[in-house]
């Protein structure tokens, strides 16, 4: 890490905030370190250069074709997984900027965040996990994740991968879940047994805020939900529902559900500051050692944010989710990766070739599901449409 590099401006700390907790990102901190040495950007903080590393990223782009829920076109106004991406880095930001945290290391990790996830959402994934798992092996979307941007993005002469900083690839690991060294001793450098920085504890906190905004508001364009049925189920958004209601009486009900969706983000975005806040300042951390030492997350909702989450999502699973028209194509998305994975492990010599040296180290399994994750759904239909009337030939 260079010297020279920008570092955060210093002001006045108010008493709530938790500056003192944040990632600096001064010269000093080690977790600016590099696997290979880069050339000084005055101009730019060392996270701030690896957010442009990882927006001009091919995976990034990607993410525009990968389902987030909806694999139909019924709407063009459904989210993809970049649109969602977007949104929790917009949440994330503005929780790390009220709580005083490194914003930019937070916004680079949402941007981040959902890199390695397949086409076709989760039940690509599941697809492309029960594969694997044939094979003794396992499909984790942050493990893929670290993949891409350590090994699979190839956009430096001297190197492979984004040489992202040694704090965002942790977040990469951690942003969502811990894991322990005897499990994944390949994880060791990113600190196992201690807890991440808040910076990446909150994101998967801010994902959560907004798919269960994003999915209520889909569910209702894709037919599959109703705003009434909603309100009877969902009780932080029927507190939001009536209090937009007595703000604008008479108006149409399609807007007011615009509303209280927007009103449930900022609650649930306030209450994670507030909860968050208060459980540092609970256990009287001080610096970011404090919180690495902890034994739990401090980054959480309250007691009944988090059971509303809890209801909300529940509601989500049960009438969304699985419901009759997305698990067709949640078959369809199993139909498509499974055949695909069965065919080039069987035809191994019809992966394209970039991907041969990568056999040699990882074993054939591995490689035909980092190929298949890399897709996006246009691009694995093309490939399955392809590869059928090749077999009936
Ligand atoms: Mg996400």
């Known amino acids: ?32 370190s590099r696997v290979y040495p880069a050339p000084a950007r005055p101009s730019r903080t060392s996270f701030q250069r690896d957010r442009e590393r990882i927006v001009q990223s091919r995976a990034f ?21 970049l649109t969602h991406t977007i949104e929790v880095a917009q949440i994330a930001r503005a929780a790390a900027a009220a ?17 390695g996830h397949p086409p076709f959402g989760h039940a690509g994934e599941r697809a492309l996990d029960t594969c694997l798992q044939a094979h003794g092996r396992r499909f984790d ?18 190197h ?13 690991v951690k942003h969502s879940r811990d894991y322990t060294a005897d499990q994944h001793p390949e994880l060791s450098p990113y600190f196992l047994d201690r807890r991440p ?21 889909d569910g209702v364009e894709s037919g599959l939900l109703e705003i009434s049925h909603i309100r009877e189920h969902v009780d932080i958004l029927a507190r939001c ?25 900022n609650v649930l975005t306030d209450d994670l500051i507030a909860t968050t806040r208060h459980n540092t300042h609970a256990i009287g951390a001080t610096c970011l050692e404090d919180i690495r030492n902890h034994p739990a997350r401090l980054a ?42 069965n065919y080039w492990i069987a035809e191994p010599e019809e992966l394209p070739p970039a991907y041969f040296e990568e056999m040699q180290t990882e074993g054939l399994a591995r490689t035909v599901a980092d190929y298949i994750a890399g897709m996006t759904d246009a691009f694995i239909l093309l490939q399955y449409a392809q590869i059928k009337r090749t077999v009936r030939r």
């Open 300 to 341: 959480t909702f309250s007691p009944q944010a988090e059971a509303e989450r809890l209801q909300e999502k529940r509601y989500l699973y049960e009438t969304l989710y699985t419901c009759r028209d997305l698990e067709i194509e949640h078959d369809k998305a199993e139909e498509v990766v499974t055949a695909l994975f």
């Open 1 to 32: 890490m260079s010297h020279t590099e920008r570092t955060i401006a210093a002001h006045p700390i108010s008493p709530l905030s938790l500056q003192p907790c944040a990632v600096v990102g001064d010269a000093s901190d080690p977790l600016l």
């Open 99 to 115: 709580l005083g945290l490194n914003e930019d290391l937070a916004e680079t990790l949402a941007l981040v965040h959902d890199i």
């Open 241 to 265: 529902y009536l209090i937009v209601e007595q703000q604008h009486p008479g108006v149409e009900e399609k807007y007011l559900f615009n509303e209280a969706l927007q009103l449930m983000q």
């Open 160 to 172: 492979r991968g984004l040489n992202l900083t040694l704090g965002v690839r942790e977040g990469i």
């Open 61 to 81: 782009r990607r993410l525009a074709g990968k389902t987030q829920v909806f694999t139909s076109r019924a709407s063009d106004h459904f989210r993809s997984r």
């Open 141 to 158: 979307h942050n493990l893929h994740a670290l993949r891409i941007v350590e090994h699979f993005e190839q956009r430096y002469a001297a």
């Open 197 to 217: 920085p808040l910076e990446a504890q909150i994101i998967d906190l801010a994902d959560e805020i907004a798919y269960l905004t994003a999915d209520l508001d």
